[in-house]
């Protein structure tokens, strides 16, 4: 099962390393890993999606609180409705000419923005659930998607 | 006046009652070294870092209180990370330093640069750099605070040149703000009061402990607890001294090494109460087979511990002497232990059973090859379990673990999570400054001797008298016995019959050295060697194929051992 963890860190030498290294040391699955500032500027956010039956997981929780210099830790699918979860992507796309207008089209179903045009490719970019950027990116992968970057998801819980 | 970062950090040490600091210099520590001449700091000159690193854990592990080691940028640190993670496997209080190069140069892979926090990160219960002078007391207060807390462990602070040549004003921080490190030292009451319905209607229960025991200093508890319910004890290596070793209801340590009835008994109870231990794969043997049968209570003060390796029926996370206080108290508000003893007693009758079955013994004949077991059983005998043992890795580590019943906490200084090879005799130097009026023996075989033999030097030179058991059977011994075991006896690069004269080198290196071919001979340098005033070296020549019983094969269930040769 896919989990997305919200884990609040303390800006200490090489945080970053001491949650990835849990990770790689311990065996455990990174699959996407997001570190932004928060409004404190000695604290960091780490967004981070792993893989695991609930034994696993429960592990990885306790080994992340074990780090000293983490402060928090969530786990949003223990409360999936609690959160706002939010990943943005840039997807690049050469399409052919006669396919420019449906890469339009779909770019606007999916509320995407054209971020950058010139004659041969689009740059769009879209926001929103991991489901609703894998569905874009297949309905593009036919009309000439070239390249892809995606942010890994954001969580965030809702209310207080 | 201000001072420098180098002042600072030795009125910082002088703040947390530090006795001494175990080191070896270099560049970028050569201001730290400097205070410490000024000062007239205590400082104990290893002659290998990780040797120095062994001398404060075993300084650490003999007393309870936090080790502490100073090493330099670069070589300096990296051959300290087998002495680090040697101390954060057994959970060892201890605050490492190490120099950096100036906060200027570190990322231009400048002269003895190595990154140090990214290199001990995974060997440490947290680390440092740091940056700013301005921040080095609090530092040093916080790195004490994380080793000795919780669930202790090395601390690593790393001091670039220019931090510690840095001018500031000292001033030591009363306390600390780390708010979201807040070890539970209390366990949880409903949690206990289940635990205690559970073992007391248990018909047959085990108690297996750990080294939690003797990190929480719960060992009066611990006694208490099995002295009230007459329950049969086990302990793991780390554990050792946690009760007294001659404790009648003691089973002796379980495990790859462990005491028959001890294996058993875990094997067939209906409530395992585990306390301060960790299920470690050289304890359970196969895990799905281990101690199927039982419900399992878990007090330990990580987490991590509970749940990781077997499932826990009744979690409890807190200090292990807070818990067993809590539910001692809880026990003696109940009635009478007598009905419970009565409940128990065909299960402790079978368990004595056992140990008539397969009882951790061996035969010496006067004329016969001399058995490290008889010179082990002996030291016991001569030392009443009333000393310090150190000991190395490897078979003689084992019979020394079978045979030393310590009668107290912090007697018994093994690496066991590690597993170290050349962690004895270093530590054994640690734990006599640490203990200068006790008697403090270092166990070791011919292989992890010789990993950091350059350390009698320092013995020497400090004229700490240990007394060294050296139990030479010219082989790495317990490599010997699994390829015999499990390779069909073919043996690969574990003959050390090209070693040095050992005798010359204790003269050599300005010890005593004594020799033993025989028992008669091993009974008398013991003797010698203990009423010798001095640092000794007494090598006890033995025969090179004999085995470590009982044994469980790797990865088999720990019911199943292996009792003997045939
Ligand atoms: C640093 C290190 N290297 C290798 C090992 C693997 N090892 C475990 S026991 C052992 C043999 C130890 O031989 P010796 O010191 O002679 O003791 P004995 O087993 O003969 O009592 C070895 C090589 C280890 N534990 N530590």
């Known amino acids: 099962m896919r989990h997305t963890l919200s884990i609040l860190v303390r800006n200490d030498a090489g945080v970053l390393s001491r949650v990835a290294g849990m990770f790689s040391g311990r065996g455990y699955n990174i699959e996407s890993l997001n570190v932004a500032p928060t409004l404190d500027p000695e604290v960091s956010n780490v967004t981070l999606v792993t893989g695991g039956d609930d034994k696993i997981i429960e592990q990885i929780t306790k080994q992340l609180h074990k780090i000293i210099s983490v402060i928090a830790v969530t786990d949003e699918l223990e409360n999936p409705k609690g959160f706002v979860n939010r990943e943005m992507a840039m997807l690049k796309v050469f399409p052919k000419m006669e396919q420019r207008a449906e890469v339009l089209r779909v770019s606007e179903i999916f509320r995407g923005k054209i971020v950058h045009v010139d004659s041969k490719s689009f740059v769009v970019e879209v926001s929103g659930s991991q489901d609703k950027i894998q569905a874009m990116t297949e309905l593009l992968r036919p009309l000439g998607l070239k390249e892809l970057v995606r942010t890994g998801p954001l969580a965030m819980r809702r209310g207080n | ?566």
């Not at chain 2, 289940?194 to 080294?211: I, S």
């Not at chain 2, 101690?291 to 209570?297: A, E, H, Q, T």
């Not at chain 2, 990781?308 to 009478?336: M, S």
Request: aromatic share 8%.
């Open chain 2, 1 to 566: 006046m201000t001072q420098n970062g180098a002042d600072i950090f030795v009125e910082s040490l002088k703040a947390e009652g530090v006795e001494v600091i175990f080191g070896y210099p270099g560049g970028a520590v050569l201001h730290i070294y400097d205070a410490i001449q000024r000062h007239g700091f205590p400082h104990i000159l290893c002659r290998q870092e990780a040797a120095g690193l062994h001398m404060a854990d075993g300084y650490a592990r003999s007393t309870g209180k936090t080790g502490v080691a100073l090493v330099t940028s670069g070589p300096g640190l990296s051959n300290a990370i087998t002495g680090i993670a040697t101390a954060y496997s057994d959970s060892i209080p201890m605050v490492i330093f190490s120099g950096q190069v100036p906060t200027n140069l570190i990322g231009t892979d400048s002269f003895q640069e190595a990154d140090n926090v990214g290199l001990t990160r995974p060997v440490s219960k947290h680390n440092y750099l740091v940056r700013d002078v301005k921040d080095l007391a609090a530092t040093i207060k916080e790195a004490f605070h994380i080793a000795s807390s919780g669930r202790p462990g090395p601390v690593v602070v790393d001091i670039p040149k220019d931090v510690s040549g840095a001018h500031y004003k000292f001033s030591y921080p009363d306390d600390i703000s780390l708010p979201h490190y807040q070890p539970r030292y209390e366990g949880h009451k409903g949690q206990i009061r289940r635990a205690m319905k559970m073992l007391l209607r248990a018909k047959r229960p085990v108690l297996y402990f750990g080294g939690g025991v003797v990190l929480s200093g719960a060992s009066e508890e611990m006694t208490a607890l099995v002295d009230l319910l007459k329950i049969p004890t086990t302990y793991t290596l780390m554990g050792i001294g946690g009760i007294p070793g001659d404790h009648p209801d003691s089973l002796g340590m379980l495990g790859m090494h462990g005491t028959y009835r001890a294996n058993l008994a875990v094997d067939e109870c209906d409530v395992l109460f585990a306390i301060g231990a960790r299920f470690d794969d050289r304890v359970t043997g196969k895990l799905d087979e281990f101690s199927v049968n039982s419900k399992k209570i878990h007090i330990d003060i990580d987490p991590t511990s509970i749940g990781k390796c077997v499932e826990t029926d009744i979690p409890i996370v807190g200090d292990v002497k807070n818990c067993l206080q809590q539910l001692l108290a809880r026990l003696h508000e109940q009635d009478d232990p007598a009905g419970f003893h009565e409940q128990i007693a065909p299960w402790r009758a079978r368990v004595a059973d056992w140990n008539n079955e397969h009882p951790i013994a061996y035969e010496q004949h006067a004329n016969g090859p001399l058995l490290p077991q008889f010179v082990l059983d002996k030291i016991f005998k001569m030392t009443e379990g009333k000393a310090v043992m150190t000991t190395d890795v490897g078979q003689h580590q084992m019979w020394a673990a079978q045979y030393y019943h310590a009668q107290h906490p912090n007697l018994w200084v093994t690496s066991g999570g590690l597993g170290t090879m050349g962690f004895g005799m270093p530590a054994a130097i640690g734990a006599q400054v640490a203990r200068p009026d006790d008697v403090v023996i270092a166990v070791v075989g011919d292989g992890g001797f010789m990993m950091n033999i350059q350390e009698l030097t320092t013995m020497v030179e400090q004229d700490v008298p240990v007394k060294i058991v050296l139990l030479n059977n010219q082989v790495l011994g317990m490599v010997r016995q699994w390829q015999e075991k499990f390779y069909d006896n073919r043996e690969s690069s574990i003959d050390l019959s090209a070693q040095p004269d050992f005798m010359q080198l204790a003269e050599a290196f300005g010890l005593k050295g004594m020799q033993a071919h025989t028992a008669a001979e091993a009974e008398q340098i013991l003797k010698d060697g203990f009423a010798y005033d001095g640092p000794v070296l007494m090598e006890f020549c033995t025969e090179r194929g004999t085995n470590c019983y009982p044994m469980v094969p790797s990865g088999a269930p720990s019911a199943k051992m292996l009792t003997s040769d045939s």
